[in-house]
């Protein structure tokens, strides 16, 4: 079989178990099976593939019927222009949380800065920000073992590692330190909605990445809390937050002596991303 013959497969195959982005995911699991970009694929659609590599491709697309994520099947995830290893036990990198990356790079531009990313996963926010902010240095923690030896490669990937050290701990155990900016994505779905998610996400992602309580609020209250004592004076707190969370997490912010200095609203204009100095 040849690869266009391979993808048109590959794609019927998916489109029979609704997967919606078919076309898409065939064309890019046989790149990761040719180990070609997708564009040298389609540039060649006559190339004759062997049978090893179309064994391999089929199963990939059984994966993928699975609802599996195409980005655990592919090991890695594209995030603020660079591409982060990921696996079931880190979240996948979303494009909502490249916003935080993009406004926190345009405040603290040229500057030099100490940060704590609180969940840091895979590490994406954490490294993409030190990758930007030349001067800076931080620290990324986690409760997940596995995901901060996910965390570990990205940063090495981009030579951050004089200027970035990963933790395996909660961050309710950061004692005697204190940091300009904290930023997290912390588990923000309301339990009970978790079985509403789609089959992808609720089947085959961290559930501790994803499990915010009862109200959705149990660690950005956590988060909130504690950075009260590791920030510096007129340090800077930035959360992602969940879908519509956006006033109860300000009247949260506000009891705590914090001053609401910017909100992100993601591309449906919902607000998902708050920033805020605490005095």
Not at 229 to 235: E, V, Y
Not at 243 to 265: F, T
Request: aromatic share 8%; charged share 30%; glycine share 4%.
């Amino acid at each position: 079989m040849n690869a266009l013959e391979l993808i048109n497969f590959g794609s019927s195959l998916l489109k029979e178990k609704k997967i919606s982005t078919h076309i898409l995911d065939s064309e890019l699991l046989l790149s990761k099976i040719l180990k070609k970009t997708r564009e040298e694929v389609l540039t060649n659609y006559s190339q004759k593939i062997n049978k090893k590599s179309i064994q391999e491709y089929k199963k990939f697309l059984q994966r993928r019927s699975k609802n599996e994520p195409i980005a655990y099947i592919l090991g890695e995830k594209e995030f603020w222009r660079k591409k982060f290893k990921v696996n079931k036990n880190t979240l996948i990198p979303r494009p909502e949380t490249e916003l935080l990356v993009e406004k926190l790079s345009k405040i603290f531009e040229e500057k030099k800065i100490s940060i704590l990313d609180i969940g840091t996963g895979s590490g994406c926010i954490i490294v993409s920000l030190l990758d930007n902010l030349k001067y800076s240095y931080g620290v990324g923690i986690d409760v997940s073992k596995n995901a901060i030896l996910m965390a570990k490669k990205n940063g090495k990937e981009l030579i951050l590692e004089n200027r970035l050290k990963f933790l395996n701990k909660s961050f309710e155990r950061i004692f005697n330190l204190k940091f300009d900016l904290v930023v997290s994505n912390p588990p923000y779905i309301v339990r009970k909605d978790i079985k509403n998610l789609s089959e992808d996400i609720k089947r085959y992602e961290p559930l501790l990445a994803l499990d915010g309580g009862n109200d959705g609020l149990d660690l950005i209250k956590k988060v909130i809390y504690k950075s009260k004592d590791i920030l510096k004076i007129n340090g800077t707190l930035a959360l992602e937050i969940g879908n519509e969370q956006i006033n109860k997490v300000s009247k949260i912010l506000l009891e705590n002596n914090y001053r609401i200095k910017n909100v992100i609203k993601d591309y449906k204009n919902n607000v998902r991303c708050v920033i805020a100095n605490y005095n």
